[in-house]
């Protein structure tokens, strides 16, 4: 529910779906490389987040999000050895099972 929320602020999404960037270090202005962890960012289409991490009790971790045609997906997943891989099968399967389906009018005001 977090990634979800954070996914409507411009700059979140900027910096989890930057793959590599380099920023000053020593004095020298582009002094230290920095490169996603997030691996799905270069190998799976409309990839586009959100964060890597590990903790004793949760495991390897990876909240992985991409956009297709408009569908924005998110998944979490959790204790795992294969993150990247069960993360990019639950998107396909998603991405196949559904679609977007307009359910008002652009323009039209929506219930309270």
């Known amino acids: 529910m977090i990634a979800a929320a954070a996914m ?4 979140f999404r900027r910096i ?4 590599a960037t ?5 004095g020298v202005e582009n002094g ?3 490169r ?13 987040g959100v964060k890597t991490g590990y903790t004793g009790k949760a495991g390897r971790c990876f909240v992985g999000a991409a956009n297709r045609e408009g569908m924005q997906l998110i998944s979490v ?9 069960e ?21 039209l ?3 309270p």
């Open 36 to 48: 996603n962890t997030n691996r799905i960012l270069w190998s799976y289409e409309g990839a586009n």
């Open 77 to 85: 997943v959790l204790n795992s050895g294969a993150t990247f891989e």
């Open 109 to 111: 005001p929506s219930a």
């Open 87 to 107: 993360t990019t099968a639950l998107m396909t399967e998603a991405f196949k099972q559904y679609d977007m389906i307009p359910v008002a009018e652009p323009g």
């Open 16 to 19: 989890i779906s930057t793959k």
């Open 8 to 11: 409507d602020n411009a700059d």
């Open 32 to 34: 230290r490389q920095l």
């Open 22 to 26: 380099s920023i000053p270090y020593n």
